[in-house]
């Protein structure tokens, strides 16, 4: 049946199993985006609900069927007719229909949710699959609770609903119980002992109750299985179901277990944010793949090593799941080659910089901080001279300006080892300290751009200043902070000098 044993068919049900999650309801136009986003994705199946349990859910597969063409559209029943008959009418209009119906399969399920015997529940697992036959050409079929049924039972009833037309077999985890041996076992007495298996996809669908969903799933697939259940950020019943985005990263970054997807990676990272604002469902800072610590380094150790050679503590590339790079986070643990990074990052020449200096006001800053922004390493590098070899800095201002007189700025300056002063007229007070300064350091500077900016908002806030200029045909960024907007802008000004004079 299938022409490529190593392809893995990606089945998703976010729209089902992870909508399952209480809070985290989609409208129909909602799930037609997220449907169409899988779709781009390059999903193989997309489960879009379960028919029977609302109008609301109805509505969405049939919305679905009409507006997703490529992939597998999936309705869920359980094992009745009527279920049936209801998940066969809202496929109507989708190109490629699939019912998935199934049933209990453990002692448990048969004894306490079916109050019924093997034999029984046996027969109607082969009358549904019969009867969703009449209406689909594919069949999936789901023998809930797999993981904790006797295996002789199940292979007796995978082979009875495959010999009755199912096209692919589900072996759910329901519970999220299995070890991976376990699972993976389970799977290969399938293979070993279902005589007609080759008739049908084997497809793994495991919860997530002991942290082991994705660890069962390549499990499954090493041991036979080719479709893997799963949903996008690994949301579902209780701890979830199986993550999209781990397997698929599972199975690109081992390639030696040969196994591919038609998935393009490079879409998960922002396919993750979507799914997560629409269901209200924060993704955890440290969840594999898509977490936002995921390509994050905050020791000095890794962000030494990670700069050095990216491979030295990242086995993926952050582009191949969606992520521009890779951050280095500034901390009190962060190194100097972390510190070195972000300072050529922001513009600073390295051999002008005295580097030493600047770390050790780094980690004051850093222990108070505890993680530092671009805004925070551009005010360290405005407020010390000594951050600079022969840098310039401002030792004093004072600024006169009124309705009946021109503002005038005097200003002195620390230059090539010496202090120097100058005063000077303007047509404003920047207007002034800015030809002030430039008296003193006499290079023919011209601004580009001037932009000020309120940090946080109020009368005692600190303003930022960027300013561009422009010396011997080049452009340099020099950036001031103080809560005088006069003072920012004499400090950006000698932030851009620092850059080049």
Same mark, same amino acid.
């Given at each position: 049946?299938?022409?490529?044993?190593?392809?893995?068919?990606i @089945?998703?049900?976010?729209?089902?199993?992870?909508?399952?999650?209480?809070?985290?309801? %989609?409208?129909?136009?909602?799930?037609?985006?997220?449907?169409?986003? %899988?779709?781009?994705?390059?999903?193989?199946?997309?489960?879009?609900?379960?028919?029977?349990?609302?109008?609301?859910?109805?509505?969405?597969? $049939?919305?679905?069927?009409? +507006? $997703?063409?490529?992939?597998?559209?999936?309705?869920?029943?359980?094992a009745?007719?009527?279920?049936?008959?209801?998940a066969?009418?809202?496929?109507?209009?989708?190109?490629?229909?699939? #019912?998935?119906?199934?049933?209990g399969?453990?002692?448990?399920h048969?004894?306490?949710?079916?109050?019924?015997?093997r034999?029984?529940?046996?027969?109607?697992?082969?009358?549904? $699959?019969?009867?969703a036959?009449?209406?689909?050409?594919?069949?999936e079929?789901?023998?809930?609770?797999?993981?904790?049924?006797?295996?002789?039972?199940?292979?007796?009833?995978?082979? /009875?609903v #495959?010999?009755?037309?199912?096209?692919?077999?589900?072996?759910?985890?329901?519970?999220g119980?299995?070890?991976p041996?376990?699972?993976?076992? *389970?799977?290969? @007495?399938?293979?070993?002992?279902?005589?007609?298996?080759?008739? +049908?996809?084997?497809?793994a669908?495991?919860? &997530?109750?002991?942290?082991?969903?994705t660890?069962?799933?390549?499990?499954?697939?090493? &041991?036979?299985a080719?479709?893997?259940?799963?949903?996008?950020?690994?949301?579902g019943?209780?701890?979830?179901?199986t993550?999209?985005?781990?397997?698929?990263?599972?199975?690109?970054?081992?390639q030696?277990?040969? @196994?591919?997807?038609?998935?393009?990676?490079?879409? %998960?990272?922002?396919?993750?944010?979507?799914?997560?604002?629409?269901?209200?469902?924060?993704?955890?800072?440290?969840?594999?793949?898509i977490? *936002?610590?995921?390509?994050?380094?905050?020791?000095?150790?890794?962000?030494?090593?990670?700069?050095?050679?990216?491979?030295n503590?990242? #086995?993926?590339?952050?582009?191949?799941?969606?992520i521009?790079?890779?951050?280095?986070?500034?901390?009190?643990?962060?190194?100097?080659?972390?510190?070195?990074?972000?300072?050529?990052?922001?513009?600073?020449?390295?051999?002008?910089?005295?580097?030493?200096?600047v770390y050790?006001?780094?980690?004051?800053?850093?222990? +108070?901080?505890?993680? %530092?922004?671009d805004?925070?390493?551009l005010?360290?590098?405005?407020?010390?001279?000594?951050?600079?070899?022969?840098?310039?800095?401002?030792?004093?201002?004072?600024?006169?300006?009124?309705?009946?007189?021109?503002?005038? /700025?005097?200003? *002195?300056?620390?230059?090539?080892?010496?202090?120097?002063?100058?005063?000077?007229?303007?047509?404003?007070?920047?207007?002034?300290?800015?030809? /002030?300064?430039?008296?003193?350091?006499?290079?023919? $500077?011209?601004?580009?751009? @001037?932009?000020?900016?309120?940090?946080?908002g109020?009368?005692?806030?600190?303003? *930022?200043?960027?300013?561009?200029?422009?010396?011997e045909?080049?452009?340099?960024?020099?950036?001031?902070?103080?809560?005088?907007?006069?003072?920012?802008?004499? &400090?950006?000004?000698?932030?851009a000098?620092?850059?080049?004079v």
């Amino acid at each position: 049946m299938l022409h490529d044993p190593n392809r893995i068919y990606i @089945f998703d049900t976010t729209l089902r199993d992870g909508e399952q999650v209480p809070g985290s309801q %989609l409208t129909t136009p909602e799930k037609i985006i997220i449907g169409e986003a %899988l779709q781009a994705l390059g999903v193989d199946v997309i489960e879009a609900g379960f028919p029977i349990s609302s109008p609301g859910d109805f509505k969405s597969v $049939v919305e679905l069927s009409k +507006a $997703v063409q490529e992939p597998i559209i999936c309705a869920l029943t359980r094992a009745n007719k009527k279920d049936i008959d209801c998940a066969a009418e809202a496929l109507q209009y989708a190109k490629r229909p699939r #019912i998935h119906t199934g049933i209990g399969s453990s002692d448990t399920h048969i004894q306490y949710k079916f109050n019924s015997t093997r034999e029984a529940i046996l027969e109607r697992a082969v009358e549904a $699959v019969k009867y969703a036959k009449s209406f689909v050409e594919d069949v999936e079929f789901y023998a809930e609770d797999a993981g904790r049924a006797d295996n002789e039972y199940l292979a007796r009833m995978i082979e /009875a609903v #495959i010999a009755a037309g199912a096209t692919v077999v589900n072996i759910p985890d329901t519970n999220g119980y299995c070890m991976p041996e376990q699972y993976g076992a *389970k799977i290969k @007495f399938l293979k070993d002992n279902v005589k007609n298996i080759d008739q +049908a996809i084997i497809s793994a669908h495991c919860h &997530n109750d002991l942290g082991l969903a994705t660890a069962n799933s390549i499990a499954g697939i090493q &041991n036979g299985a080719r479709q893997i259940e799963c949903t996008i950020n690994g949301i579902g019943e209780r701890a979830g179901n199986t993550s999209l985005e781990e397997v698929v990263m599972i199975l690109k970054t081992h390639q030696n277990l040969n @196994f591919h997807t038609k998935i393009n990676s490079k879409h %998960l990272y922002n396919l993750s944010g979507m799914v997560s604002r629409m269901m209200r469902m924060p993704v955890q800072a440290n969840k594999a793949i898509i977490g *936002k610590n995921a390509f994050a380094h905050s020791s000095g150790i890794h962000q030494d090593g990670v700069l050095k050679h990216r491979e030295n503590y990242e #086995i993926m590339n952050p582009e191949d799941v969606g992520i521009d790079q890779s951050e280095i986070i500034l901390t009190a643990r962060s190194g100097r080659h972390a510190l070195k990074h972000h300072l050529e990052r922001l513009g600073y020449t390295m051999d002008r910089i005295d580097l030493d200096n600047v770390y050790e006001q780094f980690l004051i800053l850093a222990d +108070a901080k505890k993680e %530092l922004t671009d805004d925070d390493i551009l005010e360290l590098m405005g407020n010390e001279e000594t951050n600079f070899k022969d840098g310039l800095a401002i030792h004093s201002l004072q600024v006169t300006c009124g309705d009946e007189q021109s503002p005038e /700025a005097y200003v *002195k300056i620390n230059y090539h080892g010496q202090e120097h002063e100058a005063k000077a007229s303007g047509n404003g007070p920047v207007n002034a300290t800015i030809k /002030a300064i430039e008296s003193i350091v006499g290079k023919p $500077v011209e601004i580009k751009e @001037f932009n000020i900016h309120a940090m946080n908002g109020g009368s005692e806030d600190v303003s *930022k200043v960027d300013m561009r200029v422009s010396y011997e045909d080049k452009s340099y960024m020099g950036y001031g902070f103080s809560t005088d907007i006069v003072r920012a802008s004499a &400090n950006a000004y000698l932030d851009a000098l620092n850059k080049f004079v």
